[in-house]
């Protein structure tokens, strides 16, 4: 069987999107959460092991390079302008050993190669130097695929008066896509920032930011939410 090509994938998906978003929007789907007064940006697992090659977790490394990566340095800089609160998500484990009695990657390793990302190896688990924290940004570490489980993410986005929050990262399919979920249920507006979302596997970006916006979380593009950043600071400007 002959590999389908990118451009025709491509088609064949924006033609079943087409005909998903009349049956969503015939039943009520596809509403609208919004932009709130005061957000956050949550980058999930932008981190080395993630980011650059050569690992089980590395994602598509053209759209790292020319998509994602330029794209959260430019929220980046909106948001540190802004003086907006960023918390940069990592995942990474203690106790690798797959026949260990006890280990903190639970039974998730039965599934995915979890014992690849060793809490040992910092430059694994550290955030991509291109898009590294400053001072008084936060670095959280998570265990499970939602950046808000078993994690204090939401305690510490509602101490900082957050009702919004950005979300980038990888994967669609998993992190990304069930801290979305999860920080709907905990009443934030969520909003995926649609070319700052990676994957490992062609199609995935697309089908799940397409089912996101659907049911999750509003999908905004980049410049749309640099905007809106801006806009909040000039605002805060106006207003001493």
């Known amino acids: 069987m002959s590999e389908l090509d990118p451009k025709e994938l491509d088609r064949l998906l924006k033609q079943a999107f087409e005909a998903a978003t009349k049956l ?10 919004g932009f709130g007064k005061r957000p956050a940006l949550i980058s999930v697992d932008l981190a080395n092991a993630w ?3 050569g690992n089980p977790f590395t994602c598509d490394q053209e759209k790292m390079d020319t998509e994602i990566i330029p794209g959260m340095q ?3 800089t909106a948001f540190r302008a802004a003086q907006l609160p960023v918390i940069h998500v990592t995942t990474a484990y203690e106790i690798t050993d797959r026949n260990a009695p006890f280990t903190d990657m639970g039974m998730w390793h039965n599934k995915i190669p979890l014992d690849a990302v060793n809490l040992k190896d910092t ?11 400053v001072e008084g940004e936060h670095t959280l570490l998570k265990k499970r695929a939602s950046a808000f489980h078993g994690t204090p993410l939401a305690g510490m986005l509602r ?9 980038t990262g990888v994967t669609a399919c998993a ?3 069930t801290t979305l ?6 009443g934030f507006r969520t909003i995926a920032v649609r070319e700052c979302i990676g994957d490992r596997v062609p199609g995935v970006v697309d089908y799940n930011l397409f089912d996101i916006d659907a049911k999750f979380a509003d999908v905004e593009s980049v410049d749309t939410c640099v905007s809106y950043i801006e806009g909040l600071g000039a605002q805060a ?3 001493e």
């Open 51 to 53: 980011t650059r090659p």
């Open 159 to 167: 101490t900082a008066g957050v009702d919004t929050i950005l979300v």
């Open 74 to 76: 430019r929220l980046l």
């Open 175 to 177: 992190c990304v896509r």
């Open 181 to 186: 979920c999860d920080g709907l249920g905990e």
């Open 237 to 239: 400007l106006a207003a």
């Open 123 to 133: 430059h694994l688990w550290a955030i991509d130097s291109r898009i590294a924290p």
């Open 24 to 33: 969503y929007q015939e039943r009520g789907f596809q509403r609208r959460v």
